[in-house]
């Protein structure tokens, strides 16, 4: 059986990232299936795996990789390897020449296309999840499969490398430093492995900070705060930031130099899927942005700070404030309604654009929130219950596992899908 799963990077590593952890896990689950991936942007496939070459058709573990734009390549290719099962990952619709193929007027062979949706904390994604669509062609048949956080969505991708890092800090750091020395050589994975102590007592408090453009002069503010108050009454404790390259490394260097490097900061070279998963979960904090990072923090099982894709009219507060909701009880089973509210404030005003005018529900997603909270103070409140909130994090970590495994659920659906269309 052949799948292909199209991508179409939008946000450089959100897209791709989810696409390619599916990939994995699919490929871990199943070694004797097909896959082909389509793909816009092979610059940002590259980055996190490293081997994508720029080429309109190659072998990457053993997969067939396209890139989306080589329109004659791709007809060929798919037109002499054709798929009975279609993903296509956040509406990110089909490249002419497919659907060049899927409704040619001699067509005999059914198709199943999965819409995968965008991961939201959303309500209405239950109801969404198994949704069929129409299409033009009676052969050519869709369905919406949404990522989710409930038992009534299809869950998070649970692959085996994120898992085995989950629950084993020598095995996370051993992937983390073999991506490191692979691109820098000893020095900076020597230097890494310290911070994080390598398997025996850590000497830092490490964080994690990727995010989209915008000022982190608040951030960077709570950061240095923290590690005083940390210090009056731990004269040994000191932060560290982990800088990851991409859009906020600049933004975040800035805010750093301006208030006088105030705690260490090590710039990351471009990190391996499983070795940048490897340091979310072995880090203390993160800050974190976009979908397939999103997902990775809340498995973590670590407090961490969610900058979401910006939208027009402020529709990211939607978003936040739903994410918000759902893990709410966590806290306040633990009797911490202050802490929630505190958490729920740095959340939201992380997020706001600056002079952005809200549509309605954004407007009303913001209700109940001290919108004109300082930011660098609001994210100072959370920071200084972290050690509390891991068991909230830890919790919530756990229930989203026993939801399931995303790539098992969609299998389900696919596998049964191409049995009713006689495969």
């Known amino acids: 059986m052949r799948i ?9 590593y959100g897209d791709i990232g989810f696409v390619y952890r599916l990939s994995r896990n699919l490929a871990e689950r199943n070694p004797a299936l097909e896959i082909t991936l389509v793909v816009s942007n092979l610059e ?15 072998k990457f573990c053993g997969w067939d990789i396209l890139d989306w734009n080589a329109e004659n390549d791709c007809r060929m ?79 998070l991708v649970l692959d085996n490398d994120f898992m085995e890092s989950l629950s084993d800090r020598k095995s996370a750091i051993k992937k983390l430093m073999s991506c490191v020395e692979k691109k820098n050589g000893g020095g900076l994975s020597k230097q890494i492995a310290e911070m994080l102590g390598n398997g025996e007592e850590k000497k830092l408090f490490n964080v994690t900070v990727f995010a989209y453009e915008k000022n982190l002069d608040a951030m960077v503010l709570a950061l240095k705060e923290f590690q005083t108050l940390q210090k009056k009454s731990n004269p ?17 260097e800035k805010s750093w130099n301006k208030f006088g490097k105030p705690f260490s900061m090590v710039p990351l070279p471009y990190l391996s899927q499983t070795a940048w998963d490897a340091l979310l979960v072995l880090c203390d904090f993160n800050f974190i942005r976009g979908e397939d990072s999103f997902s990775r923090a809340c498995l973590s099982g670590k407090p961490f700070i969610w900058n979401a894709y910006r939208q027009d009219e402020e529709f990211q507060l939607v978003k936040v404030q739903a994410f918000v909701d759902l893990i709410e009880p966590y806290f306040i089973e633990e009797n911490r309604q202050k802490e929630f509210e505190d958490y729920r404030d740095a959340m939201m005003v992380y997020n706001k654009s600056p002079d952005a005018e809200p549509c309605p529900d954004a407007f009303d997603a913001t209700r109940g929130c001290d919108m004109d909270k300082d930011e660098g103070k609001a994210i100072l409140h959370v920071l200084k219950n972290f050690s509390r909130q891991r068991k909230t994090f830890q919790t919530f970590s756990k229930s989203l596992i026993s939801n399931g495994n995303l790539t098992e659920n969609l299998e389900h659906l696919v596998f049964e899908s191409d049995q009713r269309l006689g495969s």
């Open 236 to 252: 040994d404790f000191e932060l560290n930031v982990f800088a990851p390259p991409g859009l906020s490394f600049e933004c975040f």
């Open 44 to 58: 940002s496939f590259s980055a996190m795996a490293p081997g994508i070459k720029n080429a309109p058709v190659q």
């Open 77 to 155: 290719f798919s037109k002499k390897n054709p798929s009975t099962v279609i993903l296509e990952c956040f509406q990110c619709g089909r490249p002419g020449w497919l659907d060049e193929i899927l409704f040619d007027k001699g067509r005999t062979q059914t198709v199943q296309i999965v819409n995968v949706e965008y991961l939201t904390a959303e309500k209405w994604a239950d109801d969404f999840h198994l949704l069929k669509s129409g299409t033009r062609s009676s052969l050519v048949k869709k369905i919406n499969f949404m990522p989710g956080f409930t038992k009534k969505t299809g869950g």
């Open 4 to 12: 292909t799963l199209l991508c179409k990077v939008v946000d450089n």
